[in-house]
């Protein structure tokens, strides 16, 4: 006759039939026609990849919409999908899309922001890039921390002064909600979930077996450029024109006749469509190569510096950390 399990082994039992028997969490991911397909998709792959990891479903994810049923993308991918409204989940993950600073919500919004306000108010609201928008618009970040692209923080600010935006930081999460920037926003998201609900032990693994690069921790003026040359035009013309010229060669002067027009036209073109005084610019445009170098390249310092026509490194190190706040040696690690 086998004798009483002791009581440390039975307590040790029962936590471990706990943990296995607690439901996973259920994530709602939004599409809509014009949103960018490729960061949710990249998102449920972490998902599954944490199932596999733990050896148990701790998480499980549905497709939603606004009107349910078959949704056609931006990338012309279909996917069948649940209504938003009807949908029972713990949380919805709300991606960006194809937008521009007047147009970060677009009349067709109109009916997925109502139905983003209708879900319960337990449900857990994340979302990044230009979805950041779609959920204030739903009145589900009043009163909470929150960040958005860096180039929707005036827009953000102005529309919705209930939010209390952090402009600067790349991440913003809580138990209730979870804002970050850029397209790529989901990874940053995704690793805080991991680590919030598996531990960060967790997150590390997936990070190495997956080879995830590590998220930046804010924002900076730097990334102003890349939405700049996006709206393309007489503007990514310029922008080109300063990235091929050497940061000690750039001038006003020289820079208008490269663009067949006065300095003085130039200055005011410049100032009415990127927001920056021309010298400004200039300089922004030479530094976000500067930290395009740093994070692609192991090229020393001193060797970007010759590379982009900087006077000397020194010159080049100041400007950087006046501009970004970071020395380029904490830019290249991320803090």
Not at 90 to 97: I, K
Not at 275 to 301: D, P
Request: glycine share 8%.
């Amino acid at each position: 006759m086998c004798g009483r399990l002791p009581i440390a082994t039975v307590a040790y039992i029962d936590i471990i039939s706990a943990i296995y028997a607690k439901e996973p969490m259920n994530i709602g991911l939004v599409v809509y026609p014009d949103c960018l397909l490729a960061g949710l998709l990249a998102f449920s792959d972490l998902l599954l990849a944490a199932n596999l990891r733990a050896d148990r479903r701790h998480f499980s994810f549905s497709w939603l919409s606004e009107q349910g049923g078959d949704v056609d993308t931006a990338k012309g991918i279909s996917l069948q999908t649940e209504k938003l409204a009807e949908a029972s989940v713990d949380a919805v993950l709300v991606p960006g899309a194809w937008r521009d600073g007047e147009a970060a919500l677009a009349p067709s919004d109109k009916d997925l922001v109502q139905a983003l306000r209708s879900l319960p108010r337990t449900t857990r609201y994340w979302s990044y890039c230009t979805g950041v928008i779609l959920v204030a618009s739903a009145g589900r970040l009043d009163g909470s921390p929150a960040t958005t692209t860096w180039w929707l923080r005036e827009l953000a600010g102005q529309q919705f002064p209930a939010v209390q935006w952090k402009p600067h930081e790349t991440l913003v999460y809580s138990s209730e909600n979870a804002t970050a920037s850029g397209v790529n926003g989901y990874l940053p998201l995704a690793l805080a979930i991991l680590e919030a609900e598996c531990g960060a032990s967790m997150v590390e693994d997936i990070r190495r077996y997956m080879v995830l690069p590590r998220p930046e921790g804010r924002q900076t003026p730097l990334q102003d450029i890349p939405a700049l040359i996006q709206r393309g035009g007489w503007l990514r013309s310029l922008i080109r024109h300063i990235e091929a010229t050497p940061a000690s060669d750039l001038a006003t002067l020289r820079l208008a006749a490269a663009m067949n027009t006065s300095a003085r036209t130039l200055q005011r073109r410049v100032l009415v469509e990127s927001g920056y005084s021309c010298g400004k610019l200039m300089r922004l445009v030479k530094l976000n190569q500067v930290g395009e170098q740093l994070i692609t390249s192991a090229r020393s310092v001193a060797g970007i510096a010759h590379e982009l026509g900087f006077a000397d490194e020194s010159s080049l190190r100041r400007s950087f950390r006046q501009v970004s706040g970071m020395t380029p040696g904490q830019y290249r690690k991320g803090l």
